[in-house]
């Protein structure tokens, strides 16, 4: 099957996603077949007004977190040469999570916006996983990496959950968050989200030829003109600031950017020129079926995002790592 057909039948099936989300909901005067006219036309109504102000911006988060993670795993997985590297994998995600949950709980202490706070808790716990693995000095070990990141993401998400303990109305405000419910998404929460989306597309098509180098390993990247060490430190630094953004938009979700990268890999093959606009469609559109799911699982009542990308994403993971021979 030609890329350009295979292209055109994952953007449809995105959009199928994007006006599913836009669809379902409690609502019985809205639906498929009249979504779309509720998008475009202002009939006053409250079915249009159900649309464009609650749904809308929901949709918007959840495609924009999807194509933020799933190339911050792509990126991940590229500078490792690892199959299981990913946002979540390498304790990034939880990071994040607790730089949030650090600037909730002593506001006046940090005194940073929470986004700043998610960005700098995902590159800290990115460097210490990086660290332990040897990345940043010599050779990186990838079951180390692993390893690694399980071990910086337990303690980060452990004391996460400590915040839980402090304060009744604290706690319940983290335990939605860390869940990633996006129900009461806002359309102010959709623009700085989308302005980290195109730079992070942007980037990552500028780094797409030096990641199809670092996938010949060190000396060949050193014999062609790239720095290894300098590129790893550019991707996982991009990852964490794709990770954080999304973290601090809409709460830790879970293994887009490991699902993602792998299909698109089989589905497109490996040169990254092609997979990073594919990827990020792609993780678009995985985030906005799993918001379809989220819908739909307990309707009229609503399961958070966070629970159902864990829920799709956990059993590919051991698929994943059963599947992986070796660990380069």
Same mark, same amino acid.
């Given at each position: 099957m030609?890329v350009?057909?295979?292209?055109?039948?994952?953007?449809?099936?995105?959009?199928?996603?994007?006006?599913?989300?836009?669809a379902i &909901?409690?609502?019985?005067?809205?639906?498929?077949?009249n979504v779309?006219?509720?998008?475009?036309?202002d009939?006053?109504s409250?079915a249009?007004?159900? =649309?464009v102000?609650?749904?809308?911006?929901?949709?918007?988060?959840?495609?924009?977190?999807?194509?933020n993670?799933?190339?911050? &795993?792509?990126a991940?997985?590229? @500078?490792?040469?690892?199959p299981? /590297?990913?946002?979540?994998?390498l304790?990034?995600?939880?990071?994040?999570?607790?730089?949030?949950?650090?600037?909730? =709980?002593?506001p006046?202490?940090? !005194? =940073?916006?929470? !986004?700043?706070?998610?960005?700098?808790?995902?590159?800290?716990?990115?460097?210490?996983?990086?660290?332990?693995?040897?990345?940043?000095g010599?050779?990186?070990d990838?079951?180390?990496?692993?390893?690694?990141?399980?071990?910086?993401?337990?303690?980060?998400?452990?004391?996460?959950?400590?915040?839980?303990?402090l304060?009744?109305?604290?706690?319940?405000?983290?335990?939605?968050?860390?869940?990633?419910?996006i129900? /009461?998404?806002?359309?102010?929460?959709?623009?700085p989200l989308?302005?980290?989306?195109?730079?992070?597309?942007?980037?990552?098509?500028?780094?797409a030829?030096?990641?199809?180098?670092?996938?010949?390993?060190?000396?060949?990247?050193?014999g062609?003109?790239?720095?290894?060490?300098?590129?790893?430190?550019?991707?996982?630094?991009?990852? /964490?600031?794709?990770?954080?953004a999304?973290?601090?938009a809409a709460?830790?979700?879970? +293994?887009?950017?490991?699902?993602?990268?792998?299909?698109?890999?089989?589905?497109f093959?490996?040169?990254?020129? @092609?997979?990073?606009?594919v990827?990020?469609? &792609?993780?678009?559109g995985?985030?906005?079926?799993?918001? =379809?799911?989220?819908k739909l699982?307990? +309707?009229?009542?609503?399961?958070?995002l966070?629970?159902v990308? /864990?829920?799709?994403?956990?059993?590919?993971?051991?698929?994943?790592?059963?599947r992986?021979?070796?660990?380069?």
């Amino acid at each position: 099957m030609p890329v350009v057909l295979r292209l055109v039948i994952l953007a449809a099936a995105v959009l199928l996603c994007a006006l599913l989300s836009l669809a379902i &909901g409690p609502r019985g005067d809205v639906g498929l077949g009249n979504v779309v006219q509720l998008l475009l036309v202002d009939d006053g109504s409250l079915a249009h007004s159900a =649309v464009v102000d609650l749904r809308l911006p929901r949709t918007l988060i959840a495609a924009l977190i999807g194509v933020n993670l799933a190339l911050a &795993g792509l990126a991940l997985q590229a @500078v490792t040469r690892n199959p299981l /590297a990913s946002e979540s994998v390498l304790g990034i995600n939880q990071g994040a999570a607790l730089g949030v949950a650090l600037g909730l =709980v002593l506001p006046g202490l940090v !005194g =940073v916006n929470p !986004g700043v706070m998610a960005i700098g808790g995902a590159i800290v716990a990115g460097m210490v996983t990086f660290a332990i693995a040897g990345g940043l000095g010599g050779r990186l070990d990838s079951m180390r990496l692993i390893l690694a990141g399980v071990t910086v993401g337990a303690f980060s998400y452990a004391l996460v959950r400590f915040t839980f303990t402090l304060e009744d109305n604290l706690a319940r405000a983290m335990l939605t968050w860390t869940a990633a419910d996006i129900s /009461a998404a806002r359309f102010d929460q959709a623009l700085p989200l989308a302005l980290w989306a195109l730079g992070g597309l942007a980037a990552s098509v500028a780094m797409a030829h030096s990641f199809n180098i670092l996938a010949l390993g060190d000396g060949a990247s050193q014999g062609l003109g790239v720095d290894p060490r300098r590129r790893r430190f550019a991707g996982a630094l991009l990852a /964490a600031i794709l990770t954080g953004a999304s973290v601090a938009a809409a709460g830790p979700v879970m +293994f887009v950017g490991l699902v993602m990268p792998h299909l698109c890999r089989r589905w497109f093959g490996a040169d990254h020129r @092609v997979l990073v606009p594919v990827v990020a469609l &792609g993780g678009a559109g995985l985030v906005l079926a799993a918001d =379809v799911i989220s819908k739909l699982v307990r +309707f009229p009542y609503e399961t958070p995002l966070g629970i159902v990308c /864990a829920l799709i994403g956990a059993p590919y993971f051991l698929y994943a790592t059963l599947r992986t021979r070796s660990m380069a």
